[in-house]
């Protein structure tokens, strides 16, 4: 397919349907898209001290994302250089040193060919600079580690650009201690990736899909859930990027400190101050303890939402892998971290009072999308954003606008048409 | 603190329940979650009865870890509340199941309660597929007045820490 062929698979408002479907440009996909950009592979608490690793995915491609004795991020390609093997099958751990299972080279954690057994069998020697562990070029903004496969593209924080502030925000759920992962659902479902892509910032399905979530809070809880009705926004923040503020009263966790304690955060509270905690900081714990009140989605595959990050793996064109990824209050009470280990696993996982139902659509969309190839997907909603709301001279529209999807869609058109 | 190691909450001390009265008990339990009689499964658990479905293998604590569920009496109420409600689109309908539980070991007997390991094998059918799911689950059954009762039911699924998809039904 060409690339004038792509441009006219995107409009403004709309996507035609073989964006879901086709094989072809799937495969163009992870060339275009997930070879090209700033890909997320890691939070920096997944490696947390020198000789720490965590195990990851560009694209399709499996990565092992490592942490040097000198406190350097490196994003290697999981493959020896030898025979192609694996190096490391491990989620997450320890290492010093990866060693091939097959024939035995190693590799020290920045890919640097350690050593070979009985090198000297190769007759005309061999260089181990030349077989090193293919390392992608890796830069971190606030703990956020990306990767990247083009060594001459702009540097991440440029591609984040007015993302950044929100990335800043979404962290100030730290309360004070750092963030860091708590642990992971993972789940697939059977479609392609950029439906979920829309989702993180469609708020308009929210009430419907999610209403047995709703129904399962206690009224005050519900009340701030009913995320149509607080005078929230969409925004494009640029490069596909775009934030979905559900709760505006949560966008800074560091504000109305004094506010009272919510009902179902009472009990923490206690606990808290039973424990001994000054009173300002159990404000500050219990506000930050339900995650911000925005969904920030960046491009291509990781969103900082509520209180987790959500990352995308494409696996075939009709096949997408999730990650909830929990996150916590690094060194923060045990009391906390539990509470949100508990509310991760009411809304989420492949058993949440929420995942589930999403997944349940996400399909929906790919089974009948194998219906009228000619029709066009519409992200054509948009109302006026609330009075100055939006960062000056950006793009937005009430809480239910498409307005994040079609800041996607238009990077998508972009970036497949270069 | 959840794990089947802790100690029952319990002050009547009574004779632990046979291994096969055991078995036809979880027997029993299968076949409500397979008819989705959730209503009746409720009052088939202890008020301190904790159901839990973890992501990872080989632990004991399950409270400071991410689960796929960790439910106590609430929150079970709920979740069959949410089911059942007609309004949850994975849900309704939901697959179809069919589950098999065997290789019982019982491996605490105790006052007034057993703990037993035993393999689950469950087929999901919906939208033209067909999967199928496996899992280590452990039950700890006590005797009360009112007959025997679920305390703690801990399912590992063999593949937890590995991707799943969408569930919309209890294991």
Redesign the interface.
């Known amino acids: 397919m060409s690339s004038t062929d792509f441009a006219t698979l995107v409009r403004d408002d709309r996507v035609l349907t073989p964006m879901y479907t086709d094989e072809a440009i799937f495969e163009e996909e992870m060339d275009r898209i997930f070879k090209n950009t700033w890909v997320w592979v890691a939070h920096a608490s997944d490696v947390p001290t020198g000789n720490t690793f965590k195990t990851s995915w560009v694209g399709r491609e499996p990565v092992i994302v490592t942490r040097d004795k000198q406190g350097k991020i490196h994003t290697l390609l999981n493959r020896c250089r030898h025979r192609a093997a694996s190096v490391c099958e491990k989620r997450k751990g320890k290492a010093s040193v990866f060693v091939c299972p097959y024939h035995g080279w190693s590799y020290d954690v920045d890919g640097k060919l350690r050593k070979v057994p009985h090198i000297s069998g190769y007759g005309e020697g061999l260089d181990t600079d030349d077989y090193g562990l293919v390392s992608l070029r890796t830069e971190e903004y606030n703990g956020m580690i990306f990767a990247t496969f083009k060594d001459d593209i702009q540097p991440l924080v440029e591609f984040l650009g007015s993302a950044k502030k929100w990335i800043d925000l979404f962290m100030k759920q730290g309360g004070g201690y750092g963030v860091k992962t708590l642990g992971e659902h993972r789940f697939r479902f059977p479609g392609n990736w950029k439906i979920q892509l829309e989702n993180t910032t469609d708020a308009y399905h929210f009430p419907i899909v999610h209403k047995t979530f709703l129904d399962s809070l206690d009224p005050e809880a519900e009340n701030v859930f009913q995320v149509l009705a607080h005078g929230g926004w969409v925004e494009d923040l640029g490069n596909g990027h775009s934030v979905m503020v559900m709760i505006p009263d949560l966008i800074d966790l560091e504000d109305n400190l004094d506010a009272p304690i919510p009902q179902r955060f009472e009990e923490l509270a206690k606990e808290l101050a039973a424990e001994g905690m000054p009173d300002d900081q159990v404000r500050r714990v219990v506000r930050a303890v339900g995650g911000s009140g925005f969904n920030l989605n960046l491009f291509p595959n990781v969103a900082c939402s509520m209180a987790f990050f959500r990352v995308l793996r494409p696996i075939e064109v009709d096949e997408t892998e999730i990650m909830h990824v929990a996150i916590g209050m690094d060194g923060g009470p045990d009391a906390a971290n539990r509470m949100r280990l508990r509310l991760h696993e009411h809304f989420q996982g492949p058993m949440g009072f929420g995942t589930p139902d999403d997944a349940e659509g996400w399909e929906r969309v790919q089974r009948g999308a194998r219906a009228g190839q000619d029709l066009w997907v519409m992200v054509n909603r948009g109302v006026d954003a609330p009075e100055g709301v939006a960062a000056p001279g950006h793009n937005a529209g009430d809480v239910s606008a498409e307005t994040g999807m079609r800041a996607a869609y238009q990077m998508w058109k972009r970036m497949m048409t270069a | 603190m959840s794990t089947i190691a802790e100690p029952l909450n319990r002050s009547d001390a009574a004779a632990a329940p046979s291994l096969q009265d055991a078995i036809q008990f979880v027997w029993a339990e299968a076949d409500m979650l397979d008819r989705l009689d959730y209503k009746a499964w409720l009052p088939l658990w202890t008020e301190d009865g904790r159901y839990i ?1 973890p ?2 293998r080989d632990i004991s604590d399950y ?8 439910d106590d009496a609430e ?1 079970r109420q ?2 069959v ?2 089911l059942l ?1 007609g ?5 309704a309908p939901p697959a179809r199941t069919v589950r098999t539980v065997s290789r019982f070991v019982p491996v605490v007997v105790e006052d007034g309660a057993i703990t037993l390991r035993a393999a689950m094998i469950m087929v999901e059918y919906k ?1 033209e597929r067909m999967r199928t799911m496996a899992a280590d689950v452990v039950y700890r059954i006590v005797s009360t007045a009112d007959g025997l009762k679920l305390d703690r039911k801990i399912v590992t699924l063999v593949n937890c ?8 039904y209890l ?1």
């Open positions: 479905v992501t990872e409270d400071d870890r991410l689960n796929i569920l960790n929150m709920a979740r509340k949410r409600s309004f949850s689109m994975s849900s939208y820490d590995d991707y799943q998809h969408g569930i919309g294991l």
